[in-house]
């Protein structure tokens, strides 16, 4: 079972922008490995499918994004972090 976009993001609300950077390349490597491989078949049955999956990290790269970037804002652009 996947847990919804704004589920997910709870878990990451907490973390500062540096930390976000590598949770976001976990998600685009996770993307680009379904990508690269979605051609493959598999006789082994996956609940949620892949598909479903694929798409939920999708969404969940969206709302981290925009995390990211309200991060950002907070600690360089407002100034509310030391570099």
């Known amino acids: 079972m996947m ?3 704004d ?5 990451y609300e907490y973390m500062s922008y540096a930390e976000l950077l590598p949770v976001r390349d976990r998600l685009i ?9 979605m051609d ?7 609940r949620p499918s892949p598909e479903v999956i694929y798409q939920c990290k999708l969404l969940y790269l969206s709302k981290l994004s925009e ?3 309200e991060k950002y804002n907070e ?3 407002r100034g509310g972090a030391d570099r």
């Open 75 to 77: 600690e360089y652009i």
């Open 3 to 5: 847990i919804s976009p």
């Open 29 to 37: 490597s996770d993307i680009q490995y379904f990508e690269k491989h």
């Open 67 to 69: 995390l990211i970037m």
């Open 7 to 11: 589920g997910y993001i709870a878990k």
């Open 40 to 46: 493959e078949e598999s006789e082994i049955q996956i």
